[in-house]
């Protein structure tokens, strides 16, 4: 069974752009989280969608942005692109996001804002 | 709200010997779960042990166990007879368990880095 893939694993951009990530979970999996990891902050909840509805969201602001598709593949978007965006992008999946499941994470994507 | 917290940046052990990473959590909700998770070099963070809070007994997995007070909301990693791989950052982490608003999310420490020396 095929992991979380996340792409692409390393990304460098300018501050003002805009970015999209993208993760496809395990199959069968419908729902997807992403997280932020910085050496500052440690791993931050971004947000979490189930069968292609926001369920939860965490305290970034509005150019954080996320959509999932029918497949539950999952994209990630951020605006307008600030220095301290520099992070490593985590992805998860699990079956319905719930209880004890655990996570399944991607190897992420290393993006970095110059 | 969720809090996590791992006092211990960084560790180092003796390989073949016991490590015990520490983890104590604050919520104010009666059914939880707490997980631990490895992250090496690469990058992926790796599930290790899951412990409810409403389990009796402790968890145990391989050369994993938890040692879960739940009176003193602590929950501690122990890795038995540690090997060179196991050099990584461990993360705790917990979630609400049951059909509830903060459904997908989970609350992680700041981590642990752990070095096995030969």
């Known amino acids: 069974k095929a992991g ?8 460098i951009k300018t501050r003002g752009q805009q970015v999209t990530l993208s993760c496809s979970p395990i199959s069968g999996h419908r729902s997807v989280s992403w997280y932020q990891q910085t050496p500052g902050q440690g791993l931050q909840f971004l947000f979490e969608y189930f069968s292609e509805t926001q369920r939860n969201k965490g305290n970034f602001p509005g150019r954080f942005s996320g959509r ?3 497949n539950s593949r999952s994209e990630m978007n951020v605006s307008t692109l600030e ?3 520099s992070a490593l992008y985590l992805c998860a999946s699990s079956l319905v996001g719930q209880g004890a499941e655990k996570l ?3 190897s992420g994507t290393q993006l970095s804002v110059l | 709200a969720q809090k996590i917290t791992q006092t211990q940046p960084g560790m180092f052990v003796q390989e073949k010997e016991a490590v015990t990473l520490d983890c104590t ?7 939880y779960g707490l997980f631990w ?5 690469s990058g992926e963070m790796i599930f290790l042990i899951y412990q409810g809070s409403y389990d009796e007994q402790n968890a ?3 050369r994993y166990s938890l040692n879960f007070q739940k009176a003193r909301k ?3 990693l122990v890795i038995s007879a540690s090997q060179l791989g196991d050099s990584a950052m461990y993360f705790c982490a917990m979630r609400e368990v049951g059909l509830n608003t903060n459904a997908g999310k989970s609350t992680f420490g700041d981590g642990t880095t752990l070095t096995v020396k030969p």
């Open chain 1, 4 to 11: 979380v893939t996340q792409t692409p694993r390393y990304l």
């Open chain 1, 68 to 70: 999932q598709f029918s």
């Open chain 1, 83 to 85: 220095l301290g965006d």
């Open chain 1, 104 to 106: 399944f994470f991607g």
């Open chain 2, 25 to 31: 959590y604050d919520t104010s909700d009666q059914s």
């Open chain 2, 37 to 41: 998770y490895k992250q090496p070099s």
């Open chain 2, 60 to 62: 145990t997995e391989g």
């Open chain 2, 74 to 76: 602590s929950a501690n």
